[in-house]
Structures are given as structure tokens and as C-alpha cells.
């Protein structure tokens, strides 16, 4: 699973709502954390208790998934981001 946040014009520069967020529905899955506020997310993720990875670029994260299909959480140009490494 991928997580990516930005905080880009488009999607607003308040991250305070990472902490609104039930991240306990993660449980067990491995997570692999990116995106330009990936590090607020780090610290979010490690007071709920999770377990995942920060890495520096999507291509990275995309590579550290396992095989088969991957679930992304994303917010507006984070999931931009994505939809053009992956060509659609």
C-alpha cells in the first residue's frame, strides 16, 4: 500500500488533518510512505503505531511493494503524481 500527501496549491497547505485520520484500518499492511509532506505523515503513522517506510520518490515505493495489485491512499496531486508514473 502507498500513501503519498502533498500539500500543493490545489490541495491546500493545512496537513492538520492527517490527525483526524483512523490509520488502526492499516493494520498489517505494509506501507510505503511518499509524497511532499511524507514526513508529517511518518511522525502521524508512527504515534498510531504502524509499521512503514518512507521513501524519497514514488518509483522507489512502487518497487518496495510486493508483486500484484497496489492500493494507493492519495490525496489530489499526490494521486496526479501517480496516475502519470503509471501512464493513465
Do not use: K
Request: with cysteine.
Amino acid at each position: 500500500m502507498i500513501l503519498s500527501v502533498n500539500a500543493r496549491g490545489a490541495d491546500g497547505t493545512d496537513t492538520s488533518w492527517l490527525w483526524d485520520v483512523d490509520y488502526t484500518r492499516l493494520t498489517g499492511h505494509p506501507i510505503c510512505v511518499v509524497g511532499d509532506r511524507r514526513l508529517d505523515l511518518a511522525v502521524r503513522l508512527e504515534v498510531a503505531d504502524q509499521h512503514f517506510q518512507v521513501y524519497e520518490n514514488l518509483d522507489q515505493a512502487v518497487a518496495a511493494c510486493p508483486p500484484g495489485r497496489i492500493e494507493v491512499i492519495a490525496n489530489y496531486t499526490a494521486f496526479q503524481d501517480l496516475r502519470r508514473r503509471v501512464g493513465n
